[in-house]
DNA sequence: ATGGCTTATTGTATAAGA
């Protein structure tokens, strides 16, 4: 089975970047961040039309995340349970009895704003609620826009981001604390070398330069890890016309 | 060098992303 993650900054601008995505890679999950769109507005029947089911917990202008399928999508969940939340950045779904959590992390903007506390905090509870996840569902797969840059591999300058948002010692704490349910960096299991992103600034020419930041992730349970076979970010959808500054991580597991 | 792009908004400048 093939898995993957694309922040896809507005489905209504990259709905024909994600279509041909589809009809290319053929995955059997793909978690989408960033919708941008109410339910309303989700293009259920071009994607079905794709050969595509989905589920969407979307919002207006901001956030909002989708799990694709040509499998049946069951048990679906909606934010994060017990923590309250204006913002759409949960959906979590079995499929072929995987539990897959699709999660858009909050990006912090800035060390002293709020909005870093926020991640924080909703780190916390993400990891709480998974600890639980994973006891009922041992084979569980949590994938997205972590905005968290592991360690310094996945930075192309870790001098010049040293204490920002993405890499800050507390950003890559909690990302530890997930590890420490017993998860895994898929990616991390073929692949040891700096230089791989799935993130470029759109400004100053990030594409071209690789100027990035590994920040999207497929974080796998003990009970998925020996399944995985192959990792890979797959730049090409990056170098469209309009693209997003997010390119899909992939995930191929046996059976 | 706090700029540089891109998206969305009952817009025409602002907020947010990372």
Redesign the pocket.
């Known amino acids: 089975m093939k898995f993957a993650t694309w922040?896809v900054?507005?489905l209504?601008?990259r709905l024909p970047h994600v279509l041909d995505w589809l009809a290319t890679e053929k995955p059997d999950v793909l978690c989408l961040q960033?919708t941008?769109q109410e339910d309303s507005k989700f293009p259920y029947e071009a994607l079905k039309e794709a050969g595509y089911n989905a589920v969407h917990n979307g919002q207006?202008?901001?956030n909002g995340v989708a799990i694709l399928s040509p499998h049946t999508i069951a048990d679906v969940q909606y934010d994060i349970p017990g923590y309250s939340d204006e913002q759409k950045r949960i959906v979590a779904a079995t499929i072929n009895n995987i539990r897959v959590v699709c999660a858009y992390i909050?990006?912090g903007?800035a060390i002293d704003s709020d909005?870093y506390q926020y991640k924080l905090t909703w780190l916390n509870a993400l990891t709480n609620w998974l600890q639980q996840e994973i006891l009922a569902h041992p084979k569980l797969m949590l994938l997205g826009?972590y905005?968290i840059a592991p360690d310094d591999r996945d930075c192309h300058d870790p001098a010049a981001w040293v204490g920002q948002?993405?890499v800050s010692e507390p950003e890559r704490l909690a990302f530890q604390k997930l590890v420490a349910l017993g998860l895994h960096d898929s990616f991390r299991l073929f692949e040891e070398d700096s230089g791989h992103f799935s993130?470029w600034?759109?400004?100053?020419a990030g594409f071209r330069r690789n100027l990035g930041?590994r920040?999207d992730h497929i974080l796998v349970s003990d009970a998925l890890k020996s399944t995985c076979v192959a990792s890979k970010i797959d730049k090409a959808p990056r170098k469209l016309e309009?693209p997003s500054?997010h390119t899909p991580v992939v995930l191929e597991i046996a059976a």
């Open positions: 922040n900054n507005s209504n601008v960033e941008k207006k202008t901001y909050p990006n903007q909005k826009d905005n948002v993405l993130w600034d759109y400004r100053m930041m920040i309009r500054d």
